[in-house]
């Protein structure tokens, strides 16, 4: 069955229209039918069995008649700072981290950053990688999706407040490992492609991030945050 995030208000038992851009993907493009039934989600927990009930040429119609309170969230609260890579290499970032269960993305600028956002493209390409994150929440089933938040300068973030168990990704020469000690509530740190400056982990050590390393292999920048969450999926499952 389809799934769609709608911002609106969802409750049983009303009738609601579609928003532009349900109606554009659902009735346009998979030319959906009346009586056809999908998921609806607005990110505030759990989603609703709706019901296609009226199809004009500009809007549409549903009834909303279940609601489903299941939580497909992830064990864990994650706050990721991202440094901002060019091209499809973000989009997949941002895609697989959702999907990963991130709970909020902050988008950085490094010394070795590709990328700076330039006014009037800001607000488009933040749009972009929102729209990217909800697209992940439709196909992968979770009904909360992560916030993407406009850039900031690394040296900033790091200096923020922010959970207390924090880790960057960087080279680790005790081999500890560090998520033995960690909270369900942290802050990861991924630098760009080039990699974070040596001043960079440390001004994050200086601001209680420990490296944390994972395995021998030089990740890429978009590859990094899907390993590091994968390993927390798993960490956080066995440990609840």
């Given at each position: 069955?389809?799934?769609?995030?709608?911002?609106?208000?969802?409750?049983?038992?009303?009738?609601?229209?579609?928003?532009?851009?349900?109606?554009?993907?659902?009735?346009?493009?998979?030319?959906?039918?009346?009586?056809?039934?999908?998921?609806?989600?607005?990110?505030?927990?759990?989603?609703?069995?709706?019901?296609?009930?009226?199809?004009?040429?500009?809007?549409?119609?549903?009834?909303?008649?279940?609601?489903?309170?299941?939580?497909?969230?992830?064990?864990?609260?994650?706050?990721?700072?991202?440094?901002?890579?060019?091209?499809?290499?973000?989009?997949?970032?941002?895609?697989?981290?959702?999907?990963?269960?991130?709970?909020?993305?902050?988008?950085?600028?490094?010394?070795?950053?590709?990328?700076?956002?330039?006014?009037?493209?800001?607000?488009?390409?933040?749009?972009?990688?929102?729209?990217?994150?909800?697209?992940?929440?439709?196909?992968?089933?979770?009904?909360?999706?992560?916030?993407?938040?406009?850039?900031?300068?690394?040296?900033?973030?790091?200096?923020?407040?922010?959970?207390?168990?924090?880790?960057?990704?960087?080279?680790?020469?005790?081999?500890?490992?560090?998520?033995?000690?960690?909270?369900?509530?942290?802050?990861?740190?991924?630098?760009?492609?080039?990699?974070?400056?040596?001043?960079?982990?440390?001004?994050?050590?200086?601001?209680?991030?420990?490296?944390?390393?994972?395995?021998?292999?030089?990740?890429?920048?978009?590859?990094?945050?899907?390993?590091?969450?994968?390993?927390?999926?798993y960490h956080f499952s066995i440990k609840a």
């Open positions: 069955m389809n799934r769609f995030y709608i911002e609106t208000e969802l409750n049983t038992g009303n009738t609601i229209e579609l928003t532009e851009s349900v109606f554009h993907h659902w009735v346009r493009v998979l030319r959906a039918k009346e009586q056809e039934q999908a998921i609806f989600f607005n990110g505030k927990g759990g989603e609703y069995l709706v019901t296609l009930t009226e199809i004009n040429k500009k809007n549409a119609f549903v009834s909303v008649d279940q609601f489903n309170e299941l939580d497909r969230t992830a064990p864990f609260n994650v706050i990721l700072g991202q440094v901002m890579s060019k091209g499809d290499r973000m989009d997949y970032a941002i895609q697989k981290a959702t999907e990963l269960g991130v709970t909020t993305i902050q988008l950085l600028t490094s010394d070795r950053c590709e990328m700076r956002l330039k006014y009037d493209r800001d607000q488009k390409k933040l749009d972009h990688w929102q729209s990217v994150a909800i697209a992940a929440c439709e196909q992968c089933g979770l009904n909360k999706v992560p916030q993407i938040l406009p850039p900031i300068a690394l040296n900033d973030w790091v200096k923020s407040e922010l959970p207390t168990s924090r880790f960057v990704l960087a080279p680790n020469k005790n081999q500890e490992n560090v998520l033995l000690k960690s909270d369900n509530h942290l802050a990861l740190l991924i630098g760009p492609e080039g990699g974070l400056s040596e001043v960079e982990i440390e001004t994050a050590n200086q601001n209680n991030f420990q490296n944390w390393c994972i395995g021998d292999r030089v990740l890429r920048t978009e590859t990094a945050p899907v390993v590091a969450l994968s390993i927390l999926n």
